[in-house]
């Protein structure tokens, strides 16, 4: 077989993804046949959200008006930027459709898989993370966000979410531990079963109340992590859980191709960045489509399918007929780089002015989503 020139770990993402072959190779499902307002998300309808493991027992839910949540992390690394807001559209789009929504700040996983501090994620945490997710949204009615290390003042909850996380345990191999983190070490073990207590708890008589649909939607390479939880719920006996859903969607790419990343500040647009920044890192670092010079673009056209302007435009832009405008004058040449990377430019800046107003106000009402109170004395 034909060695893949891509790799897709939870600790490791490089090279060109080949998305029909990881459904293959992880035995996803393709996403079709959705509900018409899954088509109303610029996610779903342009197959952003590609593939799935048992999401018919949320459009069920959704359909026939049961409850259900949606269930996700984060980890409190680095500047909030343009390819996490992939995960935060989907919190609203899921508030939306009228499901619970649980976050969790992975500030232990931070602290064991990265050497992070509890301090240190709690504050990038709120500052970066909620305080977007606000912005963008989220409203604190049927929200739940909380930290690792911090479930709960309500003992009944915390002891809850605790107990799973250590019964888990038993159900677990050695194996499916290796392949969440590609190597092993106490820390990492025990983060990968309070991610699966994350992911399960929701279903507890404690929380939810019963066993409930769960749906955690991810990047591709957090599949791992998905197939622990699901394996392991089924082994364990003592409560029955409905089995877990999950989604799975394209990353954003960087801004010079490959992966986005934190801590690399010239592949992202972070959300705080100011409209010269925005210029400059676009003019600078997105990878163009373009030919190399105006004759031959002229008369060759551009490759929109490999143009880094023009795929965040597809994340971006919510009119699809202008985006397809946008892709035939790009392709047949009437359009040049600059001129794409100019209509990405303005984007990116309406809507981070706009939004930079709106991380003011939602900075205010941090404290109708998490105790702000310093938990660590
Ligand atoms: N491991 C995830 C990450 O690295 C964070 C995370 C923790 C998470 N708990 C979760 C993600 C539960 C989804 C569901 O980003």
Known sequence: MKKDNFTVTPWDVKGDIDYDKMIKKFGLTPLTNLPEVFMKNLLFRRNKIFAHRDFERITQAYLNKKPFVMMTGLMPSGNFHIGHMILAK?????????????IAVADIEAYNARGQSLEEGRKIAIEEYITNYIALGLKPKNCEIYFQSNRSQNPAKANAYYRLQNLLARHATFNEFKAVYGE???????????QASDMLHAQLPEFEGRAVPVVVPVGIDQDPHLRLARDISKRFKSYKFVQLSSTYHLFVPGLSGGKMSSSDPSS???LTDDPKTVKKKVNKYAFSG???TLEEHRHL?????????????????????KLKTIY???????????????I????????????QKKRQSAKARLDEFISIKEPYN
Do not use: C, R
Request: charged share 25%; net charge negative; no cysteine.
């Open 90 to 102: 989907q919190m609203i789009f899921y508030q939306g459709l009228g499901a619970k929504i649980y």
């Open 184 to 194: 092993i070490s106490p820390g990492k073990m025990v983060s990968s079963l309070l």
């Open 268 to 270: 992202y647009i972070a």
């Open 290 to 292: 373009g030919q190399p």
């Open 301 to 321: 056209g551009g490759n929109p399918d490999i143009d880094v302007s023009y795929q965040w435009l597809t994340f971006l832009e919510e009119d699809d007929e």
């Open 328 to 342: 035939e004058d790009y392709k047949s040449g009437k359009m040049l780089s600059g001129e794409l990377k100019a």
């Open 344 to 355: 990405l430019i303005e984007k990116l800046n309406n809507f981070l002015q706009e939004h």
